[in-house]
């Protein structure tokens, strides 16, 4: 995740709004940084500022896009974040080459929202049953320390293997890879640690969760 403004302090309030894990966030001062950073390492998405010093956002997402075309490149996911809120601000920005448009100061709801309708699955078809999958995937997490309570390790492992298989399937990368981490350590990790991280994911499922039911804010 790559966050472009030019004002510390709204780099700061929307780095504060992507905890790492899951997202590996770098920041940029203005246009022409981003494309520095992102030709160091390409990004998933990049959140936004228009007005901007030394190059703006409506020639970096351009340029974004150009570089996008190179080979090996997968396409990115562009939000423009910005306090204007003219029609034609947002058609320029989109014109540029921005997928979504968010008025400052953007909800972290409504930005987490985009981020996670960006989320890969092997077959689209898949999305219907992502609320039922969620809440399966959290009442196996809320078994698991359960296990570890009495004794019953390799149960733990169990239920981590079946985890992290069935969320890589769906495309939550960061809590199939915590995941397969617990099956890894079932056996002989720290109780108060593997639970801790077993709750790290399931409040991760609950925050995916609960975002899928929030309204979407009028416009």
Partial sequence: MLIVDDDEFNRLVLRRYLPTPPFE???????????????????D??????????????KAATALRALEREPGRKRLTI??????????????????????????PAPREALLRILQSEVPSTDPDLKDTLPAFLASRRALLEEMPGALAGGDRKKFGRLAHKLAGSLVLYG???????????HR??????????????????????????????????K
């Fill in 45 to 58: 998405a990049v959140l936004l500022d228009l007005e901007m010093p030394v190059m703006d956002g409506y």
């Fill in 172 to 182: 939550f990368g960061w809590a199939a890879e915590e995941c397969r981490g617990l």
């Fill in 79 to 104: 939000v423009a974040v910005s306090s204007n809120d003219e029609a034609k601000i947002i058609e320029r920005a989109r014109a540029a080459g921005c997928d979504h448009y968010l008025v400052k």
């Fill in 185 to 218: 350590d079932a056996a002989k990790g720290d109780a108060e640690d593997l639970v801790a991280r077993t709750k790290a994911v399931r409040a991760h499922l609950d925050e995916m969760s609960d975002s899928m039911h929030d309204p979407v804010p009028a």
């Fill in 25 to 43: 966030v770098e920041v940029a001062v203005n246009g022409r940084a981003a494309l520095a950073a992102a030709r160091r390492s390409w990004p």
